[in-house]
């Protein structure tokens, strides 16, 4: 793991960089931006730099393959991407990860080879597959699987036996998670289609990057595949070799890093309610978890147009309306279920009107979607964001909602006198409403005279609690993400 800042220097670099090129972390730091780049293989280095240019003027990600020089001269090849940026103390830095990847290369070069070549370097081939520490699968001109090495065995618990002789997307499918199945047949049957017209032709998207995504392992659970696809010349058309490699370690790291930017306590695989009129808080806590580079999705009852005016970062929208829906017999619930199947994991969810839900299908039929929310939660690791305003819903009903679901707590922790906590709690809620509260009406409210309101509302503003507005005569205020964070924790 590595963070930098934007100039590009190291300001952190994890211990086990030394396995990789024998460089402690202090020799790296020691070395510089300039000097680092410098061990980069001339062929690599400039597309590297301008890759990595690109990124920090935000043009671009940053996810490139390259080779290095390590401190023995030996060259390896790695897997350098970036994965989240973050602010401290109004400083830009981006984290990121490094993986070696020179066996994958080696692997690669065979893949490349035509038929006639293969056969002449077969002997050479088979021991390198054989002893990979890499799954690699070799499929015929038809799919058919006809080399599946231990390492394939390790990565899926599936065998050679039970493998070799079956079409790829036949096996493709036993991976998949049982709920995950049934959605996912019109998926295989795309991709059998890619499969086949990659066979056909030799050209396809599955040959441009790495792909990855989440199988089920029968002991291990969940496992995180990174898998790279070539073509391989036949007399007869094309075979498809393929490289899996288990990233979720790699996947756990990232996510751990990206939880400890985050401002809210929150876990993968839950679903959390989040009780307030007007769905502040939940599309605070989406944006967060947005900012850190976790895909999302929204359900809303908002139009679109009016919600990215609320909401600009980059994320998917459906709206929640019953006019939307192409076929009468499919309800709201079922289009969440179906769009949900279609994700990648480790998305964030958000459904901010769950009361609206409530008035058009009842309670019962709404709690029978948490449940199954729930299970999906767990099985995809998806983090479910659900809004609901606990006026609209008795007091039974929110308690069978809030067995189903967790509380959201937040990261930061303050001692606030309760005389301005008071204040906090009323700015809140009056934002809940969408309501910037004026001096003279929280003065009203809390029944105190107004110099000592004003008095009161300058400490929170100087403390970076509120935000003030002057709008016409009147001062205004509105609660800042410190005091955001504060309120909800």
């Known amino acids: 793991m590595w963070v930098t800042n934007d100039y590009g220097l190291i300001k952190f670099i994890s211990s086990n960089v030394k396995e990789l090129f024998l460089y402690s972390p202090e020799e790296i730091y020691e070395m510089g931006k300039q000097a680092w780049f410098s061990r980069i293989h001339p062929d690599d280095r400039e597309y590297v730099e301008e890759s990595y240019n690109s990124f920090v003027k935000n043009e671009s990600e940053f996810n490139v393959e390259y080779r290095v020089r390590r401190k023995d001269d030996c060259w390896i090849w790695i897997h ?127 040959f441009l990057n790495p792909q990855e995504g989440g199988i089920l392992h029968p002991q291990k659970g969940l496992t995180y595949i990174q898998s790279n696809i070539f073509p391989i010349k036949t007399d007869r058309g094309y075979m498809l070799g393929g490289i899996w490699r288990d990233i979720t370690k790699q996947k756990n790291d990232e996510d751990k890093m990206k939880k400890k930017l985050l401002k809210f306590n929150i876990e993968d695989r839950s679903i959390y309610l989040i009780k307030e009129a007007e769905p502040v808080m939940a599309r605070a806590v989406f944006r967060d978890v947005l900012k850190v580079g976790y895909p999302g999705i929204v359900f809303s009852r908002t139009p679109e147009t009016e919600f990215r005016k609320i909401l600009t970062e980059e994320c998917k929208f459906i709206w929640l309306a019953e006019s939307t829906l192409e076929d009468t017999y499919v309800s709201l619930f079922q289009k969440i279920i179906s769009t949900l199947h279609t994700l990648s994991s480790k998305c964030v969810v958000l459904i901010d009107r769950l009361d609206y839900l409530i008035s058009v299908y009842g309670f019962e039929q709404t709690l029978r979607l948490i449940y199954k929310l729930r299970e999906m939660a767990t099985i995809f690791g998806f983090t479910i964001l659900i809004s609901i305003d606990e006026a609209t819903i008795s007091e039974d009903q929110i308690v069978l909602l809030e067995k189903e679901t967790r509380d959201i707590r937040s990261r930061i922790l303050a001692d606030v006198p309760e005389s301005l906590l008071e204040i906090l709690r009323i700015v809140y809620r009056q934002t809940s409403l969408g309501e910037r509260p004026s001096y003279s009406q929280i003065a ?20 970076g609690y509120l935000r003030e507005y002057k709008i016409g005569r009147q001062k205004r205020v509105e609660l800042s993400w410190k005091g955001f964070n504060y309120i909800s924790q």
């Open 80 to 206: 350098d991407r970036a994965v989240t940026t973050y602010e401290l103390n109004s400083f830009q830095y981006r984290c990121g990860f490094i993986t070696d990847i020179t066996e994958r290369k080696q692997l690669e070069k065979f893949f490349r080879l035509n038929e006639s070549e293969m056969r002449n370097k077969e002997q050479e081939f088979r021991s390198i597959i054989k002893h990979s520490h890499d799954g690699v699968v070799l499929l015929n001109e038809e799919g058919i699987i006809i080399e599946w090495n231990p390492a394939m065995k390790n990565l899926t618990g599936i065998s050679a036996y039970k493998a070799l002789g079956n079409y790829f997307w036949d096996i493709r499918y036993l991976l998949k998670p049982p709920l995950d199945q049934k959605p996912t047949l019109n998926r295989i049957h795309h991709s059998k289609k890619l499969i086949q017209g990659a066979l056909r032709t030799g050209e396809s998207v599955l």
């Open 444 to 463: 009203s409210e809390l029944a105190i005279s107004r110099p000592t309101t004003r008095k009161r509302l300058k400490q929170l503003v100087c403390t």
